[in-house]
């Protein structure tokens, strides 16, 4: 025993820490905001009229869900070189975790779809309203609201995800708390750190999302 | 690449008995957790509440590190990358699993526990015979999903060197003169493997009755 928990010694690399964070912080944004596009694709596509686009989405959700994130990581990051593109570390995460996170996206954002009965459709046309309108008063809202819960979720399981990026040689917070922790040996304080940035980005995501369920659908039970 | 099936295969194998390993240790923890937190003490229940939510926000890869590289400094114990990824996995998948068995136990109306106590049913009785047999049916089928989020997470003790499925896919991969080939396959192994399990846990759904696997937090993996 005699291990003493000390920050002092770590304290020179806390610039670097804000850096990482930040690279966290920005991976994650990107990619939920990506994969919600290319998920609202899937969905459409798993919707579609035509069979073979409907299998080509079922198939993507699938795959996606199916494999792990870290083996599509390294796909990206090996293959694009092969393909002729040059990714950085950063850009091969982010395409990682944006297809990865499309997949479970997709299946949210279907059950959201699937919530609004179709009579509703045409109840809405025959008001006269066109598909613009009934899209932005009809259905987006009982989407989102269906939407909301595991939207948040999926948020937080993207920011823990891109912890992952560590492996394609990304400087994020996971590895600042490797490379300092074999660095200075102090990894109990490292995790601790890490911890402790990872815990505030995921409950702020959290609170802000039951104090905003209770703005939006003051009635519901859903928040 | 032909030659390499077998030992892609036997690693296979490997990963199947981490993850399994982890869940079972996941599971019995979950279990527990969600049995203390049927006891009405409001400390109690917000140790179990913080446990959960600590791990739910955490990455399992800072843990993971944690466990291989912290703990042995801590504690000056050995640790080998399979014990410390046992462990990372298993910690996260108790989180989740105190979640999946909680709902389980609420998904059971008062109405059966007061009806066990007029019977004169013990507390330990009405869970077992009362309580556990009825909840067990809204328990399994999310838990599949767990385990194929804790098979999935496996794969990041090959971050800490662990040689399971991922890291043999990549030795495999540096002996082939890289491409991206083995990669391809590696992803093929786990889909398979995943693919039946969710298949498994869908025929248990149509069986028992109940909704489609939910993604929890931080299934992604």
Not at chain 1, 31 to 59: D, E, K, N
Not at chain 1, 64 to 89: C, D, H, K, Q
Not at chain 2, 110 to 119: L, S, T
Not at chain 2, 170 to 195: C, E
Request: include cysteine; charged fraction near 10%.
């Amino acid at each position: 025993m005699g291990y003493s928990f000390t920050l002092r010694t770590i304290y020179p690399y806390f610039g670097d820490l804000w850096q990482s964070a930040l690279n966290t912080l920005s991976l994650s944004l990107l990619a939920i905001v990506l994969s919600i596009a290319l998920g609202a694709l899937v969905a459409l596509m798993r919707r579609s009229a035509l069979r073979p686009v409907r299998l080509l989405g079922a198939a993507y959700v699938e795959v996606m869900r199916n494999t792990p994130l870290l083996v599509i990581l390294y796909l990206v990051y090996f293959a694009a070189p092969e393909a002729g593109v040059r990714l950085s570390s950063f850009m091969a995460a982010l395409v990682g975790l944006t297809l990865n996170s499309a997949g479970y996206m997709a299946e949210i954002l279907r059950a959201g779809l699937i919530a609004v009965p179709p009579g509703q459709f045409e109840a809405a046309q025959s008001q006269g309203m066109s598909s613009a309108q009934v899209l932005r008063h009809v259905v987006f809202p009982q989407v989102f609201r269906t939407i909301y819960a595991p939207l948040g979720n999926q948020v937080i399981a993207v920011i823990l995800a891109s912890s992952l990026a560590t492996a394609v040689a990304l400087d994020e917070v996971a590895s600042w708390m490797q490379t300092v922790g074999s660095s200075s040996f102090r990894f109990f304080e490292t995790f601790v750190v890490a911890a402790v940035v990872y815990l505030v980005l995921c409950q702020s995501v959290n609170i802000a999302r039951i104090l905003i369920g209770r703005k939006l659908f003051p009635q519901g039970r859903r928040a | 690449m032909m030659q390499y099936w077998p030992l892609m295969l036997k690693s296979a194998g490997t990963t199947l008995w981490l993850s399994w390993l982890a869940m079972l240790l996941g599971a019995l923890g979950g279990t527990a957790l969600a049995l203390l937190r049927q006891i009405r003490f409001a400390p109690l229940r917000w140790v179990v509440i913080g446990y959960m939510e600590f791990f739910r926000s955490i990455p399992i890869l800072i843990v993971l590190f944690f466990a291989f590289y912290g703990v042995p400094l801590l504690l000056e114990v050995d640790i080998s990358p399979f014990v410390a990824a046992t462990l990372a996995l298993a910690l996260h998948a108790s989180a989740t699993m105190s979640e999946v068995v909680s709902a389980g136990i609420a998904s059971v109306g008062r109405g059966q526990w007061e009806a066990a106590a007029a019977a004169g049913f013990s507390w330990p009785q009405t869970m077992r015979h009362i309580i556990a047999p009825q909840a067990l049916r809204v328990i399994l089928p999310p838990s599949v999903g767990v385990f194929i989020t804790t098979l999935k997470e496996s794969s990041l003790a090959s971050i800490i060197g662990y040689i399971e499925l991922t890291r043999t896919g990549l030795l495999v991969r540096d002996s082939t003169g890289g491409g991206f080939l083995p990669l391809l396959a590696l992803g093929a192994v786990y889909f398979v493997i995943n693919y039946a399990i969710s298949q498994v846990g869908a025929a248990l759904e149509r069986r028992l009755h109940i909704g489609r696997r939910s993604d929890l937090v931080g299934a992604m993996a």
